[in-house]
């Protein structure tokens, strides 16, 4: 058995690899790894709403105390943003998070988030995986009982809503909410984010209405991913009711979805154009922009048009998170829906992102279709899409070891300006188009973002690239 931390952490299927022995195990590479990187201290412990969360968090804790750490143990789930912010807040370490996002019920996931309270980027999760594998060539597992590590003092009770809830109140403009008295849909979907972006609205005067707002470790039969499938319910509400907006977190509450009033899903690329301008136009911000290859260049055209940096990272919120980190960015963003700003962590937080779309409606006073329709207007439209190819394993690895080689002068007979190989291979098209075909670190999958002028040239281009590789 191996144990890989991938992009984004551990994730495993509970009870076949994800076990207590193996949580334990991989609980104490982390130890080993903060022992000598920085020595014994504080450690935060989250957890999502999955199944026996709670018992593998403790069982987390007796690792970690039985190495002579102190934890700050919840005693009830806390969104990763949250986790991670509580990290600065208390001068930890760092943070264990126990969560598999959006993945389906069966699987759990442990990632660690270092002291800069971001993804853990590559050189971390590579040494923590060396550690794993000592541990599991013959190292031993350190551990005190619960009862036994709180008697000592080594267990601190960590409750970080109303910190966290007020703090929020200082990032984003709830003078403004408060004047819109905008009514809201909420939809954590049964997910760690429950009793915070809901709070957080009804106490900056928004009427709410709360959806899937209790803790069901089978996410009422789908999964926890706020796409445009996973908020039907959520988009028939704010019809149904005349909602103004309807907002959404994933299960560990750092990614969103976003429903204008018409029940028009909002893709993460138009919320992030949306987001951008407002802290451009509104709020006044100025600064390099960090984005993903696979995320939207309408965020190009807006940073152009007054003069502004972008910075394009492979795909992965640890690279936006590093980027944040060293070029104080105003925003970090990527399609997949992570979204932070400057002056917060650099971690997606959908809480945030969500309170941002909340202020940008109240400011605007009006549908978000109409504000990103004017944006359009001014600034360009580009459209994008997606594909998630599920292809056999052969066709893949031919693929992948064909696309070094790929240096086509035109597709679907636009010219090729540039090619980028930052995460896969990027394209660019002499009419502002561009195709981008990358291999999930996530999922078996080849994805395949193209983004362009209108939605014809968009499938023009996904067709000529699916026919030209034989996918
Ligand atoms: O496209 P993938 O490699 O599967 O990654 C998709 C996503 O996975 C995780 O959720 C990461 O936190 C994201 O930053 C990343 O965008």
């Known amino acids: 058995m191996t144990i890989k931390f991938g992009t984004d ?33 504080e450690v935060v412990i989250g957890y999502d709403n999955r199944f026996l969360a709670p018992e593998f968090a403790a069982a987390v804790a007796e690792v970690l105390t039985g190495n002579g750490f102190t934890v700050y143990l919840p005693s009830r789930a806390v969104p990763t943003p949250v986790t991670a912010w509580a990290i600065k807040k208390y001068g930890a370490l760092g943070a264990l998070m126990l969560t598999a996002s959006h993945n389906p019920p069966a699987y759990s996931g442990l990632k660690f988030i270092p002291d800069y309270a971001g993804p853990a980027v590559p050189a971390i999760t590579e040494a923590i995986e060396k550690e794993i594998t000592a541990v599991m060539e013959g190292g031993t597992i350190k551990r005190l009982e619960l009862a036994e590590a709180r008697q000592r003092g080594l267990v601190k009770e960590l409750d970080p809503r109303e910190a966290y809830l007020e703090y929020l109140q200082g990032l984003v403009d709830v003078a403004a909410i408060k004047q819109a008295r905008l009514k809201i849909v909420v939809d954590p979907l049964y997910g760690a984010g429950i009793d915070y972006l809901d709070e957080f609205l009804q106490r900056a005067g928004c009427q709410v209405h709360t959806l899937h707002n209790y803790r069901d470790p089978l996410f009422g039969g789908s999964l926890p991913d706020p796409s445009a499938r996973g908020l039907s319910e959520l988009a028939w509400q704010v019809r149904e009711t005349g909602a103004d907006l309807g907002l959404a977190l994933d299960g560990d509450a750092d990614r969103f979805g976003v429903v204008d009033r018409d029940g ?29 290859v696979a995320t939207t260049h309408n965020l190009d055209r807006l940073a152009a048009a007054h003069g502004l940096k972008v910075i394009e990272t492979p795909v992965g919120f640890k690279y936006i998170g590093e980027a944040l980190r060293k070029h104080d960015c105003i925003l970090g963003g990527e399609e997949s829906g992570g979204l932070s700003i400057r002056g917060h962590i650099p971690e997606k937080d959908g809480i945030l992102a969500t309170a941002l779309v909340a202020e940008l409606r109240a400011v605007q006073g009006r549908s978000l279709k109409s504000i990103l329709a004017d944006l359009q207007e001014r600034h360009g439209r580009l459209v994008s899409r997606r594909l998630d190819l599920k292809v056999a394993p052969d066709v893949k690895a031919r693929v992948l070891k064909e696309l070094p080689d790929f240096t086509p002068a035109k597709i679907a007979g636009v010219p090729v300006t540039g090619r980028l190989a930052v995460d896969g291979v990027k394209f660019l098209l002499a009419d502002s188009s561009w195709v981008l075909l990358r291999p999930s670190g996530t999922e078996p999958l080849l994805r395949l973002y193209v983004e362009a002028p209108g939605d014809e040239r968009l499938h023009l281009l996904q067709k000529d690239i699916i026919s030209a590789l034989k996918i």
Do not use: M
């Open 264 to 292: 028009t899903y909002l893709t993460a690329n138009e919320i992030l154009y949306l987001v951008l301008a407002h802290l451009l136009f509104h709020r006044q911000y100025r600064g390099p922009v960090a984005r993903t």
């Open 9 to 41: 952490g551990w994730r495993a299927i509970i009870a076949e690899e994800f076990t207590f022995a193996n949580v334990r195990l991989v609980t104490q590479a982390v130890a080993n790894y903060l022992q000598g990187e920085k020595g014994p201290g």
